[in-house]
């Protein structure tokens, strides 16, 4: 069974433009959820997404966005990036709502300059 | 709201020595707990968690944890390390009515001497 996939790994922005990021999880998952990671701040939760709809989301500015499609696929979008956007973008996938054991992608690498 | 404390972001281990990875956290309702562990370049692979039921609970790779509640702890034991175990842990939190939502730990790197 394919694990989680995050398109593109690696990425170089320059300040003011945004970014899409897509993630495919697992067959048969239905809950993505993102996580941001940089070594100041550690990993931080961005959002959840169940059955296309926003099911929770972390403490971020609107600038980072997300949406989930029919097929369970996810994409989040950051505008106007900034320095401090440089991270590594997680996604997770899990089965359901109810099962809490989550899968993780390998990431994709925001270098924003 | 949670919280999970890491002691030690970095802990450096004789290879065949015991590893022992501290983890504590803050959570008003019964939560579920997870360790998970991450190589260079690469996404976070589960160890190994806890739901409910055995309060001792065995992962991948020969490690194990122990929930006590009383010390609001999640301690990650492997009683010999490889070489193969330097990479970075994370303990994380994570409570069902808030979704899937896990809150991490700060981290602890941990090195393999030969």
């Known amino acids: 069974k394919a694990g989680v996939t995050q398109t593109p790994r690696y990425l170089i922005k320059t300040r003011g433009q945004q970014v899409t990021l897509s993630c495919s999880p697992i067959?048969?998952?239905?809950?993505v959820s993102w996580y941001q990671q940089t070594p100041g701040q550690g990993l931080q939760f961005l959002f959840e997404?169940?059955?296309?709809?926003?099911?929770n989301k972390g403490n971020f500015p609107g600038r980072f966005s997300g949406r989930q499609f029919s097929n369970s696929r996810s994409e989040m979008n950051v505008s106007t990036l900034e320095l401090g956007d440089s991270a590594l973008y997680l996604c997770?996938?899990?089965?359901?709502?109810?099962?809490?054991?989550?899968?993780f992608g390998p990431g994709t690498r925001l270098t924003v300059l | 709201a949670q919280s999970v404390t890491q002691l030690g972001s970095h802990v450096s281990v004789s290879e065949g020595a015991l590893v022992l990875l501290r983890c504590n956290y803050s959570?008003?309702?019964?939560?579920?707990l997870f360790w998970y562990v991450q190589y260079p370049n690469q996404g976070l692979q589960l160890l190994l968690k806890?739901?409910?039921?055995?309060?001792l609970v065995k992962g991948i790779n020969g490690f194990e944890a122990e929930f006590k509640k009383s010390e609001t702890s999640f301690h990650l034991t492997k009683p010999s390390a490889h070489m193969s175990d330097a990479a970075e842990y994370f303990c994380?939190?994570?409570?069902?009515?808030?979704?899937?939502?896990?809150?991490f730990g700060g981290g602890t790197r941990v090195l393999v001497k030969p």
């Open positions: 067959s048969g998952h239905r809950s």
């Open positions: 806890y739901t409910t039921g055995a309060t």
């Open positions: 959570s008003s309702v019964p939560p579920y």
């Open positions: 994380a939190v994570l409570i069902k009515a808030a979704g899937n939502k896990l809150t």
């Open positions: 997404y169940f059955s296309e709809t926003q099911r």
């Open positions: 997770a996938s899990s089965l359901s709502d109810r099962v809490a054991e989550q899968f």
